[in-house]
């Protein structure tokens, strides 16, 4: 962690020295509030939480900080828990909330058990991606909480300055992500870990659903209860309510291909045909009953009996309509329920509800009633972790000719030259039984220019005193190997079989030297993806000690179709990726990139989005270690493709 300025930590003394012992507007950074493993039921099978931003302890409690801060409104009046109440079920009782410059347009969603669907869109209009995308846009809605940067409004960066000048912010920051950097996808990614954290299965349906499965009567269910879920699970042809088509037990999440509920109304007047994202049915009611506020997005039914009316009676002329709302052949729904089975049917509802969403302190305000956050127990200032950097990268596949040959591209950044080595081997792979082998590799090494650096044959032409008895000696004499002092830049090394030949073979590129001011920024490989023993697989190593070095951000693209536009034909049509672990487990698996709102999110931050949607790309973090990644094609398609590696810290 990189150490604090003097005054900074003279503040923070002074502050653990006034509240060392309150409790209120008190967080201690070496009892963190647990989080990240609180476990779940076995039955509930959904989980949204994203590799690229797993919930921890660290993250959500800065994300817990920022939900509730009111600082994060341009006027220090509203916070994202002013519209999502803890003691509403992180909902509001109003149906509309009260934002810096009016009211909402739509009725504020509940957030427990946020993680637990598949949904994941986000807002009743599913507008935002994800969940990280979802928590930074009240921030800069004009009426909400007005960081929007139109009409006079400050814009997001100007909260972010804003953040810079609260000291604990930094503090927190650095203690979260290794350094004091604040940015909108550092804010993001913390409210979203502590919004997927918020979570309820300590209901009266849970105490049930623990003993049998949902068809089964429950032991600990009254028989109105019981009745009510049974009219829950059946479809309304059979004499149920229908309502399990939509609002999937035993999460109760709502399916994403849901349509229209024929609740089109909207708030101020005029109608809203786009609401198709309820949130779970869980907490409808608090524990003793009393109900967290108005339902639908315009908060049009202040009761349940109004809303099993409502659906018992689909109201006519909605396009948008779920056709699950409609008869088989047409016309609209009647449920056709007695009074007692409407009755039975909310009392199930009712059941759904727990007891520590409402009071567990971790979802708490953090904030003390003057408005004040100290932090106590703060780690040791020293030296900020060095997030872990790539050393080297290897790729195993099969070498052609021409445009076909292995050609594998790095840059180095920084401002001193970094000793680099490269190897090809083919013969030696032997002793791993494989066929084909490329039988005597030829490296070359060139600038970004084309112009040719190094070339090398047989390993013993040339360096054999640098080589001989270090880990990099080959285990065949025909094989390749150069050693290179390169300045910073971009680098091309190209293995091919002497005489044209062709066969299997294996391109290492390795860091020889591991300063921090020099790095290997990206790695990359280009050849034939064939199928089976064919298939490119790029191993890749960041370096570093894993209690000293943080983890790093890593983007790894497989791509294809795109690499048309340099003039290359036979191309790998449909690429696909895995990403292993040292152990050979499968971390991510990805087809296209855009499958995986959050990954696809950070790639087109970071200017990494394939151009061709068929193309693969994975986003995430990665601590210290071997990993592989594995570049092949859908339904065992071959063709010229690549496999990049980069290193976005």
């Known amino acids: 962690m990189r150490s604090l300025p003097l005054a900074l930590a003279a503040f923070l003394a002074s502050q653990v020295a006034a509240q060392l012992h309150a409790q209120e507007g008190v967080i201690d950074l070496a009892n963190l509030e647990n989080y990240a493993n609180q476990g779940k039921p076995p039955y509930i099978q959904k989980d949204n939480n994203p590799a690229v931003n797993q919930i921890s302890n660290a993250g959500a409690t800065l994300g817990r900080v920022l939900f509730y801060d009111k600082r994060l409104s341009r006027s220090n009046t509203v916070s994202c828990s002013s519209c999502h109440q803890q003691a509403h079920a992180f909902s509001d009782s109003s149906i509309a909330s009260l934002g810096v410059a009016g009211t909402t347009g739509r009725h504020s969603t509940r957030l427990p058990n946020a993680r637990f669907g598949t949904e994941l869109h986000f807002f009743w209009d599913e507008r935002a991606d994800t969940l990280e995308d979802q928590s930074t846009q009240p921030i800069q809605n004009a009426i909400e909480m007005g960081f929007s940067g139109t009409n006079g409004d400050p814009a997001f960066s100007d909260l972010v300055s804003k953040l810079n000048a609260i000291p604990e912010y930094p503090v927190l920051f650095n203690f979260v992500f290794g350094s004091p950097a604040i940015d909108e996808t550092r804010i993001q990614n913390a409210i979203a870990q502590f919004v997927r954290s918020i979570q309820s299965f300590d209901s009266k349906y849970d105490a049930g659903r623990a003993v049998v499965p949902d068809p089964q009567p429950f032991p600990n269910f009254t028989a109105s209860e019981n009745n009510g879920k049974q009219l829950f699970l059946r479809p309304a042809n059979q004499g149920g309510a229908g309502c399990a088509g939509c609002h999937r037990p035993p999460e109760f999440d709502i399916d994403p291909n849901s349509g229209n509920n024929a609740v089109i109304a909207a708030i101020g007047g005029g109608s809203d045909l786009s609401n198709t994202r309820s949130p779970s049915l869980r907490n409808l009611a608090n524990a003793s009953g009393q109900l967290n506020g108005p339902f639908m997005h315009n908060g049009n039914f202040t009761t349940l009996t109004q ?38 049917l909310e009392a199930f509802l009712l059941t759904l509800s727990g007891n520590a969403v409402y009071t567990e302190r971790k979802w708490s305000n ?23 950097q790539p050393l080297n990268i290897s790729t195993r596949l099969g070498v052609g000719t021409g445009a076909n040959a292995m050609i594998g591209g790095f840059i180095i950044t920084g401002n001193t030259s970094k000793s680099i080595l490269v190897r090809g081997l083919g013969p030696s792979l032997s002793n791993f039984g494989l066929p084909g082998l490329l039988n005597d590799p030829v490296l070359e090494l060139r600038a970004a220019n084309g112009a040719l650096l190094f070339q090398n044959d047989n390993w013993k032409d040339a360096q054999q005193s640098q080589i001989q008895g270090t880990p990099y000696q ?18 091309t090394a190209i293995l091919t079989g002497r005489n044209q030949a062709t066969g299997l073979g294996l391109l290492e590129i390795y860091s020889l030297d591991q300063a921090v001011e020099t790095q290997l920024a990206n790695l990359s490989t280009r050849g034939v993806v064939g199928a089976q023993n064919n298939v490119m697989i790029g191993g890749f ?21 795109s690499l048309s536009q340099f003039g290359l034909s036979n191309l790998l049509a449909d690429p696909t990726l895995e990403l292993h672990d040292a152990n050979g487990g499968t971390l991510i698996t990805n087809d296209n990139w855009a499958d995986d709102p959050t990954s696809a999110a950070l790639l087109t931050a970071n200017g990494l989005a394939p151009s061709n949607s068929n193309e693969s790309a994975i986003f995430t973090t990665l601590a210290p270690g071997p990993f592989t990644a594995i570049l092949a094609g859908k339904n065992g398609g071959t063709g010229l493709g690549i496999i990049e590696v980069y290193n976005l810290r």
């Open 307 to 344: 809303v099993i009316n409502h659906y018992d009676a689909i109201p006519a002329d909605n396009p948008n309509l779920d056709p699950r709302l409609q008869r088989p052949g047409g016309g609209l729904q009647r449920l056709n329920l007695t009074p007692q089975d409407k009755a039975d």
């Open 541 to 561: 190593i960041l370096g570093g000690n894993p209690s000293q070095t943080g983890n790093t951000r890593v983007a790894v693209r497989g791509l294809g179709p």
């Open 474 to 491: 080959p285990g065949d004499d025909r094989e390749a190997v150069i050693i290179a002092a390169l300045a910073p830049g971009a680098y």
């Open 366 to 388: 953090p904030f003390s009633a003057a408005g004040t956050i100290t932090l106590i127990n703060l780690p040791t200032p020293g030296p900020s972790p060095t997030p872990a």
